[in-house]
């Protein structure tokens, strides 16, 4: 029984996370394999995306080739910043593995790359692989857009994520989300009401919230709905990099349990430590039972496993616009 609840969540884990990124590079670059009728109908995180990319590069060698392309081909739009405090989220060998892609933007020219250059990398990437052209223009690329247009700063994603929440959010949860420091995202959320790019709404705390419908012309986006006809949108925000984050803990927790050989003892209290690291994704998720924080020792196994389940699907319904939950 043990063994399979771990096989059953390693696969899972791994097939969602694959899956939806994959989704996701083949919404930035021609370079990705087709994702057949998926489109991308999210927002790209990028610096998530590449974390999770060499996360996942044991489950699909390729991605580590999307990812040091891209390090290559758009170094410049990638956040160092952003990068250093998204990075700690995601385990040991996606962080070692960033060199691949810290060596690419750097042999490219982008030296701010350095600092991450450092050190033996786990895995290789292909330095043949060329990512060409970035598709900015669609919709899951507005993050990157904005960054190419109004430059790599906290503003560009601060509007960014707020186009996509479409309410109303405090600077707190703009910092959780973003990964800048509240002092950053206060500055940049208050020159863009200076700008009238957002609105600032007064409370306790202070709110900020961007008019999406009146940015759609600006950005010329349109989503194809089921009824053939082209409608003007903006695709949504989703806390990527803790939902990628979740998934890759889940698989190496699967992994170890396999590889170690736990019993279910120490297996469950692992996976309560990761459910415990996670919690606001998976509560944002709502992907956990409303029983599941009172069970307690072996049986968490299962409830662990449900969470895993349902977190991977709503990547997979997230990613391509059908789910109404926001983790994020």
Known sequence: MSENVASRVRARAA??????????????????VPAGERRAWTIVDPEALVLASLAFQRSERRLVDLAAGFGR?????????????????????????????????????FKQWKVFAGGPPVGRADRRKDLGSLRLIEGSALMLRLRAGFGLNGKADVLAYLLGIRAVAEVRAIAAALGYTKRTIRTAADDLVLAEFIERVEGTPVGYRADSAAWVSAF??????????????????HYWAGVFSFLAAAERWASMWIEAGWSDYVASSRARDVASAHAS????????????????????????????????????????????????
Request: no cysteine; aromatic share 8%; net charge neutral.
């Open 15 to 32: 097939s969602a996370a694959v899956a939806t990124i994959w989704t996701q590079w083949s919404s930035l670059t021609a370079a990705a």
């Open 73 to 109: 081909a758009g170094g410049s739009l990638l956040s160092v910043t952003r990068m250093k405090r998204l990075v700690g989220l995601f385990p040991a060998d996606a962080r070692e593995s960033l060199s691949l892609v810290a060596a690419a933007a750097v042999e490219a020219g």
């Open 220 to 237: 010329h986006v349109f989503r194809l709905e089921d009824t053939g006809a082209r409608m003007p949108a903006i695709p949504p925000w």
């Open 281 to 328: 994704v998976i509560r944002h998720a709502e992907a956990t039972p409303a029983q599941g924080a009172y069970v307690h020792g072996r049986e968490f196994l299962e409830v662990f496993e449900h969470t895993v389940s349902r977190i991977a699907a709503w990547a997979e319904r997230s990613v391509i616009g059908e789910s109404s939950s926001a983790a994020g």
